[in-house]
Each structure stands twice: as C-alpha cells, then as structure tokens.
C-alpha cells in the first residue's frame, strides 16, 4: 500500500514539475530576449544575452507609445475595478439579506451573465456604443469592463455575503442602525477577504484584455497596453527585441503584482468557500 501511494506521489509531483517548467520557461526566454539586439536574437535565439542591451526598452517606450498605454490600462483597471467590486458587494448583500419575491430571479440573471461572452456580443455593443455617442471613448470601455466583470463578481460577493450571520444585522437594527450604515459597518469590514480576491481578480482580467479595446477604440491617446503591445507585431515586426521588451513591460508589472497577493487571492477564494 505504501509503495502504491510513494508511486502516485512521485507522478503527482513530476505533473506538478513538468508543468511549472513548461509554464515558467517561456517567460523566462521572453525576459532573456528583451535583453539581446535583434541580430542577436535571429542568430541564437535560445542563448541568454551576451551583454544587456537596454535599448530595447527605451525604444519600444518611445516608438510604441507605451507610456500612453500603460497610463490607461492603469486609468481603465483602477476605475471599472473599484465600480465593479462596489456594485458586486451591494448587489450581493442584498440579494443575500433581503427577502423579497424576486431576488433569485435576479441572481439568476447575474449568473446568467457568466455565460455570455465579450466575442457574442461585440458586435451589437460597437453599434450600440456608436449610436450613444460612447464609441472611441474611455467611458465606451470602462461600461463594458464593469457589465463583463459584475456576473462573477456578484456570485462570489452573494456566496459569502449570505455565510455572515443574520444575528449581527437584526441586532445593529435594534440599536437603530439602517441598512446603508449595516452595509458599511458590519457587512464591508467582515467581507475584507473576499473583497481583497475580487478586487485582484477584476484588476488582472482588466488588465489583460485585448478585444474590447481593439474593437471599440481607434485612437492611441485611449487605448491599453495590452492593444498597444500587439501593434508590435505589425510595422515593427521586424525587431524582436522591442517585440520581447514591450512583452516584458506588459507582463512583469502582473507577475509580480500577483505574487505579492497570492495569498489574498487564495485566503479570499478559501473563506468564500467555507461560507455556508
């Protein structure tokens, strides 16, 4: 029995191996390139840098406007992510507290929002966006951003909204506190962990989409890193190594912002789990 469990443990553990190999080996090559010139690159394109060659980095700052982009992928990840968890947290305690006739209807049609996706609806949002007058704008992909992220968001805010006692409610009512005053004072500070999860969550997946901003925004002035990024692989496909530094510049901000939360992320998903 023990030789059977030491042989599943063995192969969990050689998964487990092979698939941070294969998950941080790209990255690692992509961070290698980004210090190599061009010719370097096209010569040896597996061989680390012989020296550190900074000017791709600067280059591709300058050529590809990234200083642009990056300041409004943070202005489009701040603001929807705040509006986003916000509403959440308000739609979720009160579909979790409040009892009245067609609050699982409503739910329903949050969760309904999970199957929907950005490339079914693209379409008819351009249009709609263009006959508002929103079209090319930053409040044209900060709505979409919110309305995308709010189905799952409620569903993890209900979860564990609903898991908190509704001793504590009924009793801050008797003192005379109103529902706004038991949102912000009991409910909110109680729901910080779940709070920490979304808000990383939302600000990953906001931070990393491409098609929404690719379809709906035209200018450079308001588009994002991740659509400023791609135009690298248009004119200037002739230069890896700005295509790997403006990659660089793209994903090493995200790696290490989720490495420092990581246990949020994981302490949130947790207790939301373990509400009843």
């Keep these: 029995m023990s030789k059977t469990k030491t042989s599943w443990k063995t192969i969990a553990y050689f998964v487990m191996i092979s698939f ?25 394109p597996l061989s680390p840098p012989t020296s550190l060659y900074l000017q791709n980095f600067a280059l591709s700052w300058v ?9 409004n992928s943070i202005i489009y990840s701040m603001i929807s992510t705040v509006i986003t968890v916000i509403l959440a947290m308000g739609s979720g305690y009160a579909l979790s507290k409040f009892r009245y006739r067609f609050s699982n209807v409503i739910y329903m049609f949050y969760t309904l929002g999970l199957l929907i996706t950005v490339h079914s609806v693209i379409v008819p949002l351009f249009i709609m966006e263009t006959k508002l007058g929103i079209a090319n704008t930053r409040l044209g992909v900060i709505i979409p951003y919110i309305a995308f992220g709010l189905p799952f968001q409620v569903f993890l805010a209900t979860t564990y909204v609903k898991g908190i006692p509704d001793a504590m409610q009924e009793s801050a009512i008797i003192d005379g506190a109103n529902y706004l005053q038991v949102f912000f004072a009991i409910i909110l500070p109680i729901s910080t962990p779940i709070i920490s999860t979304m808000f990383i969550y939302t600000f990953l997946g906001n931070w990393n989409e491409f098609i929404l901003v690719q379809t709906l925004t035209s200018e450079i002035a308001i588009r994002s890193l991740p659509v400023g ?7 200037m496909s002739r230069d890896y190594g700005l295509q790997f530094s403006a990659l660089v510049i793209g994903t090493v901000p995200m790696i290490i912002f989720y490495l420092i939360f990581r246990d949020k992320i994981a302490q949130g998903f947790a207790a939301g789990a373990t509400k009843e």
């Design 20 to 44: 941070a190999v294969l998950t941080i080996a790209p990255i690692v090559w992509m961070i290698l390139n980004s210090f190599k010139p061009h010719s370097e690159i096209v010569r040896n």
């Design 63 to 71: 050529q590809g406007h990234l200083g642009v982009y990056f300041f």
């Design 229 to 235: 990024i791609n135009s690298f692989a248009g004119g």
